[in-house]
């Protein structure tokens, strides 16, 4: 059972990933790094108005840059910014069956054991400005079963 359940978790990290990929070649964002962690706990959700029983999906990101260089969540393109995670977040959800939500993580730990944050790319009011953003987007709340 075990084999089973880390083959389907693949399967749906890949599925997600490529999409992740996708959406980043197509808004021609560059990155340190981008990659989409599939939890093995499923969570209640609902899309459209069906209760979904399904696996969340968290998406990490550092250094998200747009062509120009500029950060792609510095405060001039916060619009567009909120726009690609909601695009990003509803594709996922709509074309990856298992996954029902999307978490983004505000911190993560690089491969030396260092801990970054948005807070180090990003000034303390910008970033509670986009932790609030985030918390009212539907697909970004955990529910466990």
């Not at 619009?79 to 993560?108: C, H, M, Q």
């Not at 030396?112 to 709340?141: A, C, P």
Request: negative net charge; proline residues 2%.
């Amino acid at each position: 059972m075990e084999e089973e359940l880390r083959k389907e978790l693949q399967n749906l990290a890949i599925k997600t990933n490529n999409i992740l990929q996708e959406e980043l070649l197509s808004h021609k964002l560059t990155y340190k790094l981008a990659t989409a962690y599939i939890y093995d706990q499923k969570t209640v959700g609902v899309q459209g108005d069906e209760r979904t029983y399904g696996y969340p999906a968290e998406i990490t990101f550092n250094q998200l840059r747009k062509s120009d260089g500029t950060l792609f969540y510095a405060k001039r393109n916060k619009k567009e910014f909120y726009e690609f995670l909601d695009r990003l977040s509803t594709r996922i959800t709509n074309e990856v069956t298992g996954i029902n939500r999307i978490v983004w993580p505000l911190a993560y730990r690089g491969s030396d054991g260092t801990i970054w944050t948005l807070e180090d790319e990003l000034k303390d009011e910008y970033l509670r400005e986009i932790v609030n953003t985030l918390s009212s987007i539907q697909h970004h709340s955990l529910s466990p079963l």
